[in-house]
């Protein structure tokens, strides 16, 4: 494993692994404009929320990577106080792409990238119409995030003063992750889209699991269970009894052989085969559950997996 200080390599070099391990993120496509009520948009990944009430979110205008300088959108926040934030969709992600080209003040960005401009309600900075997702904001806080350092960061705290949500994106009265078709960005030129099967369902804890720790030695050191299948068994509360029942098939099972239904992703077919069959030696019995319990976890079947792992060898 790599091991180094940021001190050890270049700015750049740190910038490249830094973006590329920190990622994906989100992309804020900022609305300003300067004193004289010039619009300008940009991207920015250094991006995300962190409170909901009052809701509040926080992006990194930094000095520009080739001079140094400081970005329209800095020095626009800091003249007016007020931006606007357009998340970033699939859509119109080439367009967002195109208005981070490094125009000259006073430039339209938003006519650069062939974009709308939606006239907010509260704060004097346009955004993007094409954006199903809008937030106006004023600025709370700019902090230099390393004064001593030459060309650091920066972190824009704002406030969200008023959202614009398009009806397209919902389900119900929920945003759906497949409509919003949001962008990520991650490192170098790389990209991802947060939809389709790329998003996945994750509930998070009802209860205070037991724990890894507290899986019994044979689970907790399993070579099969990965740690994802080891943290799904370790949700539960407490360790379930074992059900005499659980293996008490009926007439009208049928299963070919072990390999056969696990590959096809039949776990009770599999466990019917492996107990019905020939016995195997007890370590390969042991390797066989495991093998049935990952395929239970697989379909989100905790109980039917912890039942395959509590059978007697």
Known sequence: ???????EISPRELHKIFLSGVAPRPIALVGTVDARGNANLSPFSFFNAFSSNPPVVAFGPSHRATDGTLKDTYTNLMTTGECTISSVTHSMVEQSNLSSCTYPPGVDEFAKAGFTKRKSVEVKPPSVM????VMECRLVQMI????????????AICRVVRFHLSGSIFSGDVIDPHKIDLVGRMGLAWYCRASGDAVFELVQPRVNGLGIDALPDHIRKSPILTGNDLAKLAGVEKKPARNTEFTKFDNTMQAEDFSLELN????????????????????????KLHKVAQVFLAHGKIEEAWQTLLLPL
């Open 144 to 155: 230099d995030l390393a004064p001593e350092v030459n060309g650091s960061g920066n972190m």
């Open 130 to 133: 094409e954006s199903p997702f």
């Open 264 to 287: 096809s992703g039949n776990a009770f077919g599999a466990l019917y085969a492996l107990l019905t069959g020939v016995p195997p030696p007890p370590e390969k019995l042991q390797e």
């Open 1 to 7: 494993m790599k091991s180094f200080t940021p001190s």
